[in-house]
Nanobody, 114 residues
Framework: VQLQASGGGLVQPGGSLRLSCAAS????????MGWCRQAPGKQRELVAR???????NYADSAKGRFTISRDNAKNTVYLQMNSLKPWDTAVYYC?????????WGQGTQVTVSS
């Protein structure tokens, strides 16, 4: 399984970005795919994900602003981020848990700054 993340960039506070994570290889289901982020000097943290049962989970910091969605036909998961704050600045990683193995994408930088 390989994950290709894209969509990061520089955005002003209050702006929006949409991240994409395209999965390739043997994908049984997009359940178990999600996004984490790591800000400088901080630990990597969950942002949003599809649980193994297909429900969505969000970090408290993401609730109401971020939306995770997916296109099963394209094996792609998206993270729509609205009302971005400077503290959302981080490298965003998509990850995927399948058959007890965890896969990581390469990360995409999101910078929120005026």
């Amino acid at each position: 399984v390989q994950l290709q993340a894209s969509g990061g960039g520089l955005v002003q506070p209050g702006g929006s970005l949409r991240l994409s994570c395209a999965a390739s290889g043997t994908i049984l289901s997009l359940n178990g795919m999600g996004w984490c982020r790591q800000a400088p000097g901080k630990q990597r943290e969950l942002v949003a994900r599809f649980s193994s049962g297909g429900s969505t989970n969000y970090a408290d910091s993401a609730k109401g602003r971020f939306t995770i969605s997916r296109d099963n036909a394209k094996n792609t998961v998206y993270l729509q981020m609205n009302s971005l704050k400077p503290w959302d600045t981080a490298v965003y990683y998509c990850n995927f848990v399948q058959r007890s193995r965890t896969y990581w994408g390469q990360g995409t930088q999101v910078t929120v700054s005026s």
